[in-house]
């Protein structure tokens, strides 16, 4: 006799029933968890950092100290015998001091300075240093020379030194060195030749010596 299976162990009929039932369950417990648990967020761990610490330390101030200044030397001025060194005197005027030195004017700037010099001659008597003289010369004719035609179209102006040998006598025995622009050396040696002089003293005798007679051109 063959026995039949009974309705509660036959799979096909129960299939559905348990499928859906087994859905339904799964909805209700998806649900139950979402009301639960509503919003889920994960926190980020944060390191603590060991925090940094800054030392500051006091630099000692640096000073440079200055040197002072050197101190000055005092100028003492000292008594020269160059022939270059002139003896302060103009043509206007009627005394020549000779023994007063001043700084050379400047040359004009468009004018070239020239030195000439004139050979010496053996001396048969010996110049004195005009500072050893007991006596300076003192002019009494003075000429002033001739204003140069070239030099005054062309409105040039200046200072010439002439370095002189004056003789017993007096006289100018001639001339050593021109020096200035060179525009007007003729004509200052020219005039310098003219000049006369009461002699120089040493021992009480009349002796040669030299100096420097400064002519000034200067226009009008």
Same mark, same amino acid.
């Given at each position: ?54 030392? =500051?330390?006091? !630099? #000692? +101030?640096?000073?440079? &100290? ?13 008594a020269t015998d160059n022939p270059d060194v002139?003896?302060?005197?103009? !043509?206007?005027?009627?005394? *020549?001091? *000779? ?12 004018? +070239?300075?020239?030195?000439?010099? !004139?050979?010496?001659?053996e001396e048969e008597d010996e110049i004195v ?7 300076? #010369? ?17 409105? !040039? ?32 040696? &020219? ?21 420097? =007679? ?7």
């Amino acid at each position: 006799m063959i026995r039949g299976k009974q309705a509660e162990a036959n799979l096909r009929l129960t299939y559905r029933k348990i499928l859906w039932s087994c859905f339904g369950v799964s909805i209700v417990f998806h649900i139950a968890i979402f009301a639960i648990f509503p919003e889920f967020r994960a926190k980020a761990y944060a390191k603590a950092e060991a925090p940094i610490v800054l030392q =500051l330390e006091e !630099i #000692p +101030e640096t000073k440079q &100290e200055r040197k002072p200044p050197p101190p000055v030397r005092p100028v003492v001025p000292i008594a020269t015998d160059n022939p270059d060194v002139p003896d302060d005197v103009t !043509i206007e005027d009627t005394d *020549l001091d *000779l023994s007063a030195l001043d700084d050379l004017l400047p040359p004009p700037p468009l004018v +070239e300075e020239a030195v000439e010099e !004139i050979g010496l001659e053996e001396e048969e008597d010996e110049i004195v240093e005009l500072w050893k003289v007991e006596k300076q #010369p003192t002019p009494t004719k003075k000429v002033v020379p001739e204003y140069p035609d070239i030099a005054r179209k062309a409105n !040039i102006t200046g200072r010439v030194y002439v370095i002189a040998v004056i003789d017993k006598q007096g006289k100018v025995e001639r001339v050593i060195m021109v020096k200035g622009p060179e525009v007007f050396h003729e004509a200052a040696k &020219e005039a310098a030749m003219q000049w006369e002089f009461e002699p120089a003293i040493q021992n009480d005798k009349p002796v040669k010596v030299q100096v420097s =007679l400064p002519f000034t051109f200067q226009l009008d």
